[in-house]
């Protein structure tokens, strides 16, 4: 039940509530949803080890930081509101990783995610080729040539076609979690035909930076088939192929047409220097340029200042780490364990061990002695397991995959992550449900993966916070590098 209705809640947040549940919306239903979904999900707790996980602090940390940052802007009655926004958002990555055991839960999730991509292509397509610039799935914006350009959209927090299009460009290769060999009917009708869709709903949001997100997610997925330059060949291909059939719509994908980013990353980096510690307030960078930061590490650290930006990169760099270990498969032999002793105790026990019983030495029939002896014997009991607490029993029910398939779906939520990740350098999105969606994945797969021992034990803490107190100050400067960059070169 409790992975039903976290599907439902999902699925409730990418259409918005009133598309899916009409009158019912003004009840604040997705709050609803989000209640019960916690409420079903609490039995999971124990065996999903969710307090073990450096993520589950990182998003506690976020918090905090998007409450200092409303603090600081002297508004307090505005810190309710941003926390309401922040919080259902973040809180789906517990309840992905809680409720998703096995390869099946994750493929429910990718399906819902896909159902609610396809539904927004198909409500939206029509208005897109009738010019219907009345419908809430389409916007109307000029181009380089002076004309009206129409792009699909999404609704709730995908109403911006660039959004749209990084959740179609990362959920592409979590697709293929449904391939199956030897299916090819099952294959056609359940990935190379969702495929299919996505890529035309890219199309028509007309985004630039899901179109580079896609070529980034070809790049790596085959980089390793056939090597990088073969597969950087094919990404060339596939953006003059974009390029020729209007892709962007008529904009030019060049450092020129990126000048109005650029000036926001300069502003962003401004309100750095004038507001390092907790930023200018969740949500609040549209109030001091234009137009929003157009860079997701930018727009963290502006709105939530470095301390917001490191909470972000302890949430991020785990993932990405737990998600890289898993699909190469090879151990460190270096690293420390956080697992709690309970699951430690069980892990030594799912081999049948011969038990040490004490027999009076009469029931012996060839012992001479009257002393008493002890013997070896197997457990005969129906499940060696039945004083293990429930919750571990259940995860011993749980499907165990080939090493391989481990390996494969990890390889593929790490591509997934790179095409997130490319376009989020060119959108302002480092609260949204996706990102938090994708990190509960990647968990479940990696709790697969230390199950059968594919993988080393997580990093520790203060490990991770090292990395994400070095990261936040080295990403900060390839954005300031990359203006000076864009300064020096002819406008």
Known sequence: MGLF?????????YLAPETLWGPLADFHIEIVLAFLA???????????????????????????????????????????????????????????AINCRTRKHLQFVVATLVAACIFTIARGAPAVHAGNIYSPYVIAQGNDEGQYLIRLRGLAFINDPNDFAQLMASLIPCLFFLW??????????????????????????HSRGGMVALLAVVLFAFRKKIGTIPAAIIAAALFSAGSLVGWTGGRDVSVGSGADRMEAWSTGLELIKTHPLF????????????????????VCAAELGMFGLF?????????????????????????????????????????????????????????RSTAASFSPRHDTRE???????????????????????IQRIAGLMLVSLVGYFVAGWFLSRAYVMTLF???????????????????????????IARYAAIWSVVLILIVYIMLRIQHMLPH
């Open 180 to 205: 199956r060999k030897g299916s090819g009917l099952r294959n056609l009708f359940l990935v190379l035909l969702p495929t299919a869709i996505l890529i035309y709903g890219m199309f028509l949001t």
């Open 279 to 298: 930023g200018v307030g969740y949500q609040r960078f549209g109030e001091y340029f234009i137009i929003t930061a157009h860079n997701t590490v930018v």
């Open 5 to 13: 209705l976290t599907l439902l809640y999902i699925f409730t947040a």
């Open 38 to 96: 916690t409420v079903a999900s609490l039995g999971g707790l124990q065996r999903s080890r969710i307090f073990t996980i450096p993520q589950s602090y990182a998003l506690g940390g976020m918090t905090v930081a998007v409450f200092c940052s409303m603090v600081m802007t002297g508004w307090l009655g505005s810190i309710p509101a941003a926390l309401f926004n922040f919080i259902p958002n973040a809180f789906t990555f517990f309840l992905v």
């Open 437 to 463: 969606i994708y990190g509960g994945m990647v968990q479940a797969i990696y709790r697969m993966a230390l199950d059968q021992d594919l993988a080393p034990p997580r990093l520790k803490f203060f490990q």
């Open 311 to 367: 909470w972000w990169l302890m949430f991020i760099l785990p993932t990405l780490r737990d998600a890289s270990v898993s699909a190469s498969g090879k151990k460190e032999e270096t690293a420390e364990s956080d697992e709690p002793l309970p699951y430690m105790a069980y892990a030594a026990r799912r081999e049948p061990v011969p038990e040490l019983r004490w027999q009076p030495a009469g029931h012996l029939a060839d012992t």
């Open 383 to 405: 499940s060696a397991a039945d004083d293990i607490p429930l919750y571990l029993q259940n995860e011993q029910q749980d499907e165990k995959l080939p090493p391989e398939e």
